[in-house]
């Protein structure tokens, strides 16, 4: 049983950043394909960002540009960096490990952009 816990949530103004960082168990985590997903109130749970077992990245329409997802498997760690961040980006943002048929998620951290 893969276990994540993620940090790094929490209060910040428009245009400013934040880093998420995702800590996984698991002997292979240079195996799993990791996502980051967010979740905003009355909306579906959406892929923000992917990274798969050899580094290519995906990222959606919405934060593309804005921010990266790295991994460091020596850490058995996933980061988001977020730049440039909206009123639209606040959510409860979730770290998701793949792999085989397995799929594991974290409990989600909160991120809220506001003046």
């Known amino acids: 049983q893969v276990q994540l816990v993620e940090s790094g949530g929490g209060l910040v103004q428009p245009g400013g950043s934040l880093r998420l960082s995702c800590v996984a168990s698991?002997?292979?985590?240079?195996?799993?394909?990791m996502e980051w997903h967010r979740q905003a109130p009355g909306k579906e749970r959406e892929l923000v960002a992917s990274?798969?077992?050899?580094?290519?990245?995906d990222y959606s329409d919405s934060v593309r540009g804005r921010f990266f997802i790295r991994r460091d498997n020596p850490k058995n760690t996933v980061y988001l960096q977020m730049n440039n961040l909206k009123p639209e980006d606040t959510a409860v943002y979730y770290c998701?490990?793949?792999?085989?048929?397995?799929?594991?998620w974290g409990q989600g951290t909160q991120v809220t952009v506001s003046s």
């Open positions: 998701k490990a793949r792999w085989r048929e397995n799929v594991w």
């Open positions: 698991g002997r292979i985590f240079s195996q799993y394909n």
């Open positions: 990274i798969n077992a050899i580094v290519r990245a």
